[in-house]
């Protein structure tokens, strides 16, 4: 009898080499397809949860994060046009204002509800490796997607904080880090900026061109664990300090492009599909036969993707319909703080079993649809 460690193993291994062939088979992206190998296979019985497991898929989210603040030019943000601020904003408002009313028209749960209107651009990283970071309505989806994953962020840990202690003095307290926190991380960004104008030759000691040390992942990887580590010491989620060292690492050390490859294909290449993996492996599908589960997942899944395909309406001005539509649905997937919320939700009973299953399915049926719907639109765009 093989130990259930090796078969886990042996299991994981042969998914994530094995899943952009039948990605390619099925012409399915392939974080979806992840998603779905790794709950067949816990259904089977081949893939179950166990520490080591729970820990790196742990790590894969942190990191897919932080490949997703590795992709934000913020000088490109910062110089963007104040109309398209301003758009971006809109965008998110409107699609915060439709989310809402959407949830209570159809009398969803509280916790549903504020988890709809979440942006996370963790898949638009693997979206940019797909597509090229270069296109235009990408630009923008990061540009929206950004301020709405850090508000998202914000909201996730005044969630988390209040579903803990409540609405009281800790929470005050909390809120109080995070406020802090966002302060500081400003005015460090703007110390380093004035440091290497003054002193450029600090980024080639840092990061130097001829490396035979790998002194820039060291660098990275560093600042990467660092910033969770002080998230850590201040109980806020972990998700917002693996973004910032991204960001960090885009902003100061641009220069060195072979960077963001190496990072990117150790991140693409096993923890990142490792975190894909451990969601399917998390979604029992025998829940599937669970009356309500299925519908209840689709009526979620249609209000999120419809909240912002209207919200969208307000960015047609700027790139056109098509690019407006494909940006609308690159900022419907936002599975992993949907995950958190509803994770956080049913461990504090403020989420009854069913919504949490509507909720990891409806972040799965999200990224079936959104993903397919893009490829589409992608290639009738180049046809055109």
Do not use: C
């Amino acid at each position: 009898m093989i130990p259930s460690n090796i078969t886990l193993i042996l299991t994981l291994s042969l998914l994530i080499w094995g899943s952009p062939f039948v990605a390619k088979f099925v012409r399915i992206p392939i974080p979806p397809v992840e998603i779905i190998l790794g709950s067949v296979f816990a259904y089977i019985g081949l893939v179950s949860h166990n520490q080591y497991f729970d820990l790196i898929a742990e790590v894969g989210f942190l990191y897919l994060m932080f490949l997703a603040g590795m992709e934000v030019d913020l000088k490109q943000i910062t110089k963007s046009p104040k109309n398209v601020i301003q758009k971006a904003i809109l965008f998110i408002t409107f699609m915060s204002l439709f989310s809402i009313a959407l949830g209570m028209i159809f009398r969803l749960n509280m916790i549903t509800i504020i988890s709809m209107p979440l942006i996370s651009i963790g898949l638009l990283a693997s979206l940019s490796k797909t597509y090229g970071k270069d296109q235009p309505w990408l630009k923008l989806a990061f540009i929206a997607g950004v301020l709405g994953e850090i508000v998202s962020i914000a909201a996730l840990t005044i969630f988390d904080a209040a579903s803990t202690t409540g609405f009281n003095i800790e929470l005050v307290i909390k809120i109080g880090y995070l406020l802090v926190f966002i302060i500081s991380v400003y005015l460090v960004y703007k110390l380093l900026n004035l440091l290497f104008w003054w002193f450029p030759e600090l980024k080639n000691i840092l990061v130097p061109k001829l490396d035979t040390s790998d002194q820039d992942i060291r660098l990275a990887m560093a600042l990467f664990f660092i910033l969770i580590a002080v998230m850590l010491s201040l109980e806020l989620e972990l998700a917002l300090g693996a973004f910032i060292a991204g960001i960090a690492i885009s902003a100061f050390f641009h220069h060195e492009k072979k960077l963001g490859e190496k990072m990117s294909s150790l991140g693409f290449g096993f923890l990142v599909p490792i975190f894909f993996l451990h969601v399917g492996a998390s979604f029992d599908l025998k829940s599937l036969m669970v009356e309500g589960v299925v519908s209840g997942a689709l009526l979620i899944t249609t209000l999120m993707i419809l909240s912002r395909i209207l919200a969208a309406v307000v960015l047609k001005k700027i790139s056109g319909s098509r690019d407006a539509l494909l940006v609308a649905l690159s900022l419907s997937m936002p599975l992993t703080l949907l995950v958190a919320v509803a994770t956080i939700g049913y461990e504090t009973k403020l989420l009854d079993l069913l919504s949490y299953y509507q909720l990891i399915l409806a972040s799965i049926f999200e990224i079936l649809i959104s993903m397919t719907v893009i490829k589409v639109l992608h290639s009738r765009r180049k046809e055109d």
